[in-house]
């Protein structure tokens, strides 16, 4: 019993970085907005979401967990049409995810310390603040603070909510049928695809999680067994999903009906979120409301600075790209640094250009990631079912069963979503 929870122990921390990373965006502006405008409408849509989507992100850690490999490998097992696929889909996405997570939190930032200064500057300073802490203090950093991150945003959160319930919240908004006709418009409709494709993460962050299980192991010097890694996923994804539900009933007790709209630019958007929270809850939630915000958007920008890095040198590193020689280690580091960089440059480009339509461009990154869905599910089932998956360590059949529902979820609204544009 004493070896089983120390290895339990020993695989913690993964689950908690793909947590960090799953709540930002989609819990503080996306489920936000869904309370805000349709009240608890889309509440269903939120677990219904996180429900389907399961499968595709526990294959990450259960494939890192039974062979050794991330689940970059086992795309490349497949052949290169599925490793370009997936490369495909990282690029497609890669500077406007990052942009996005920065904004909020760079808004969030300004807000918070009083800084009168550009978005792009914001932008910059988190971005150097993410990068300090990567650099400096490598993956144990990374786990330590996201541990620490995510406990106080767990606890300012449910005080946050409680608080709602003591107030005066507009009670009608938690009857079941309210809201729904606000849903059935175009604007409601591709509000709906916009949740979905975040909710609570995109698909492409199994293969992060299954970096992230191998690095751990790396600095306990111990492989996780796939009971273990499946638990800390667990733990992990519960933990964003009731978060994505709490952010969801905040924005309908304390916004739905106040006839606030949230502005497109971030530092605006910020202010006006905490803002309204603050006038509905009292001044004194001021700082408990900053704290959960800021906390949610830092924890995902770190989290996510440091996983695109990750996939690129994993990319370049499994294509056989680049040679190795005996300073191997040294060019591992290299080119994490070097994806860094990249990422952090590209980011801040869009950043410039775009920054000021913020919500655009959330809208339009989420719907990204919504439409890339399919393929990368898809992909998922193909690896964990493949001859490369020890046998004894594939899904069951109620999870298969769950992964093939999930999968033709996704593909009918990605159908009718491309129905509803063109017609």
């Known amino acids: 019993m004493g070896k089983r929870k120390e290895g339990l122990l020993a695989a913690l921390g993964p689950g908690l970085l793909m947590a960090g990373a799953a709540v930002g965006v989609s819990h503080l502006v996306q489920s ?52 370009g696929l997936f490369t495909l889909v990282t690029l497609g996405t890669m500077f406007i995810i990052q942009a996005s997570v920065t904004l909020v939190t760079a808004g969030l930032a300004g807000m918070v310390f009083g800084l009168d200064w550009t978005v792009t500057q914001l932008s910059f300073a988190v971005l ?115 978060l994505a539900a709490l952010f969801l009933l905040l924005g309908a007790l304390v916004m739905y009906g106040s006839g606030n709209s949230l502005p497109e630019s971030a530092v605006a958007f910020s202010a006006a979120l905490v803002d309204l929270y603050a006038v509905s809850l009292g001044e004194w939630a001021r700082p408990i409301i900053a704290i959960a915000a800021l906390t949610t958007m830092f924890s995902t920008t770190l989290a996510v600075t440091d996983a695109y890095p990750r996939v690129i040198r994993a990319l370049i590193e499994i294509a056989g790209v680049a040679d190795e020689d005996d300073d191997a280690p040294n060019l591992h580091r290299g080119r994490y640094i070097t994806g860094l960089l990249l990422v952090t440059i590209g980011a801040l480009i869009i950043i410039h250009y775009f920054g000021q339509r913020f919500t655009v461009l959330i809208d339009f990154a989420t719907t990204v990631s919504f439409l890339a869905a399919p393929l990368l599910a898809w992909l998922n089932i193909r690896v964990l079912t493949s001859e490369h998956m020890p046998a004894e ?31």
């Open 32 to 83: 936000t907005r869904a309370g805000a405008e349709y009240g608890l409408a889309l509440l269903g849509v939120v677990v219904i979401a996180c429900l389907v989507k399961y499968p595709f992100l526990e294959f990450g850690p259960r494939y890192a967990a039974a062979t050794g490999e991330s689940l970059i490998s086992g795309y490349r097992k497949l052949g290169d049409w599925a490793l």
């Open 128 to 242: 150097v603040g993410c990068i300090v802490i990567l650099t400096i203090g490598k993956y144990q950093g990374l786990d330590l603070i996201m541990k620490v991150i995510m406990a106080a945003l767990a606890i300012s959160t449910l005080a946050a909510v409680l608080f709602a319930f003591g107030g005066e919240p507009n009670w009608d908004v938690l009857h079941p049928a309210f809201g729904w006709d606000a849903v059935w418009t175009a604007a409601g409709f591709a509000f709906v695809l916009a949740l979905l494709g975040w909710m609570p993460i995109p698909l492409d962050v199994a293969a992060w999680h299954s970096l992230w299980t191998l690095e751990r192991a790396e600095q306990t010097g111990q492989r996780p067994s796939v009971e273990h890694a499946v638990i800390d996923f667990r733990i992990g994804y519960v933990g964003a999903t009731v």
């Open 393 to 423: 360590h594939r899904p069951g059949p109620g999870l298969m069963m769950l992964a093939w529902t999930g999968f033709w979820f996704l593909v009918v609204f990605c159908l009718i979503w491309a129905g509803w544009r063109i017609f």
